[in-house]
């Protein structure tokens, strides 16, 4: 009975301050479309560049070899530290927060297909290379797998841009094409990858042969770089100080020269990535706050005025028993529907919004926005503060009036 009463109420407030009410829900739902909108495709804009910074994998470890800076059992400073095929096998073996480890043979070739030539970074690889380095592959491909390590054979797997250019628009799985003039077979071909970094190039301009076709057909003696995948939890200190302890006892060198290896942690550049755009979303998210926070005086300033025309019924209903909280409760709600219905009208049209950019073109350039269920949260969070903080002050005024004082005015 007492809602039908507020709820009453509330309406014909509404129609008696029409203009105000109408400013006072565009600007609630013009802030809560403002939040939602810069935090969709802050969100979209995050999810993209960690995406394409991870494109070539998100926990690992890119080692090359270097020159020492430590004298170590009679050695001197300054010699090169060539890497090794086994150092593979013994970082994986001896690091427990190793996963996975793969050596890297690199060199350039030339490329000769059906419809053209082309000239590229070529890499020998083993078959964990592919889940190490989050190698994609089109339908009806597979990547370089142990029975074609252990033969030697003379398999490839292309980027989508080297396929292009050697098989235009055909399919390339199944075909020849000569590497440096030797006959490889294709087994496999990538999709387009959107790929932030790299080394030695972007995995749409390389091709993959096995490790041991590499040794044995172009005579590449020691990798370029070892690529090592560690767990999820790692530590990415601790793992490198372990890789040096068991490099330094291969390879003679003080386990405590930092400088005798070349190291990227990649795990470590995208956390430090998803630290910027986390600083990126929270900025945008205090504009919409900020936006939010002037709709909320609109609403502040209407409530303030049904508190004035309605203080004779205030008065009347306070002289007849009501108490306090009976009052302050009825304009915070009255407050909350305002604010309700403009962030709804906010949500509904932002909403839409979203989904309609999703089939626009903008994967490429600033990712696709995302109405996750985290903006919905932080939105509906926001929405209640505005509404207890604007309706807070004419409420309160309105519990304290004096009954007595409140029927004459």
Known sequence: MQLRIVFSQFWRDLKAQRLRTALTLFG????????????????????????????????????????????????PRGRYIPLEDGDADAIAREVPEVVRASPEYNMGANLTGPNGKTTINLSGVRPNFEEMRAIELTAGSRFINERDEDSRRRVCVLGSQVQEDLFGNEPAV??????????????????????????????????????????????????????????????????????HAVM????????????????????????????????????????????????????????????????????????????KGWVLGQI??????????????????ASGIVRAASFLPLKDTIGTPVFSWQIATLTAGLLGVIGVVSGMGPARRAANLNPAVALRS
């Open 28 to 75: 609630l739902a013009w802030g809560t479309f403002c939040v939602i909108l810069l935090l969709s495709f802050g969100e979209g804009l995050s999810r993209k560049q960690i995406a394409a910074g991870a494109a070539m994998g998100e926990r690992i470890i890119l080692i090359w070899g270097s020159r020492t800076a430590l004298a170590y059992e009679g050695l």
């Open 174 to 243: 199944g075909r020849t094409i000569e590497i440096s003039g030797l006959p490889f077979l294709v087994v496999g071909t990538m999709p387009h990858k959107e790929q932030d970094s790299n080394y030695n190039g972007r995995d749409d301009n390389k091709v993959f042969i096995p490790s041991a076709a590499a040794r044995a057909t172009f005579g590449l003696r020691w990798p370029d770089n070892l690529v090592v995948e560690v767990t999820d939890r790692a530590d990415g200190k601790e793992v490198m100080r372990q890789i």
């Open 248 to 323: 330094g006892r291969l390879h003679h060198y003080d386990p405590q020269d930092q400088e005798a290896l070349l190291t990227w942690d990649v795990g470590e550049m995208i956390a430090m990535f998803r630290m910027i755009f986390v600083g990126f979303e929270v900025f945008l998210g205090l504009l919409g706050v900020l936006t939010l926070a002037v709709a909320g005086i609109g609403v502040a300033n209407i409530m303030s005025m049904v508190v004035e025309d309605r203080t004779s019924q205030i008065g009347i209903s306070m002289a007849l028993g009501a108490r």
């Open 332 to 349: 915070l709600l009255e407050t909350m529907l305002i604010v309700v219905v403009g962030g709804g009208l906010g949500v509904l049209f």
